[in-house]
């Protein structure tokens, strides 16, 4: 019996197939919440203020992303999805004290595929302060300890860009530094894309 081994281009060819398929499934999930729900987070501040009800503190949510690592830069640069992709797999819970403030637990699987063999390469844990401002926007400070055995830190800039009533979508962008484990600094570039159950 003859046995199919799939050829580094059919990986790679998998790969930005489910790169394009997580792509517009959040592009339409945008589309589909406005279809169920009209109510926009300017709808929700007039409700609380013409009925006087805030939210109440502190509120656990939790949240699934996907994170697709862009860049690295080191002794060398290295790009996702050239020769080898990089996809990872945020979820988390974040502990909101208030308005203005929270805490975010984290934990992210990656899945690497490359020269015909895809495995788990890492799994990092990065807890973290979470700055709320108005219109949705977050910046979160994140320790980053990876499996790996690097470690250091993450800022990321999260911004909510459609609220609906069980689930608000987020768009981020984060640079990851990182040290240790006897290999040189790095920086990186890294774009997620989630949603927040509410």
Do not use: W
């Amino acid at each position: 019996m003859a046995t199919f081994i799939p050829s580094k281009k059919t990986y790679a060819f998998n790969f930005k197939f489910l790169f394009l398929f997580f792509l517009l499934a959040a592009c339409s999930c945008k589309l589909l919440a406005q279809a169920q729900l009209p109510d926009s987070a300017i709808n929700q501040a007039k409700i609380t203020a013409q009925t006087g009800v805030k939210p109440s503190y502190p509120k656990v949510v939790g949240y699934l992303s996907f994170i697709f690592p862009l860049v690295t830069v080191s002794t060398s640069t290295t790009h996702n999805f050239n020769g080898t992709t990089s996809v990872g797999f945020p979820v988390g819970i974040n502990v909101l004290y208030s308005d203005k403030f929270g805490f975010s637990y984290e934990i992210t699987p990656t899945i690497k595929a490359g020269g015909g063999t895809s495995k788990t390469s890492n799994i990092l844990f990065d807890p973290g302060t979470m700055f709320r401002f108005q219109h949705g926007f977050t910046i979160i400070t994140r320790l980053a300890f990876e499996t790996q055995g690097r470690y250091g830190f993450t800022p990321v800039f999260n911004q909510v860009y459609l609220r609906s009533k069980d689930v608000n979508y987020f768009v981020a962008l984060s640079t990851p530094v990182r040290f240790g484990n006897s290999l040189a600094a790095s920086v990186g570039l890294n774009l997620q894309i989630g949603f927040i159950f509410n």
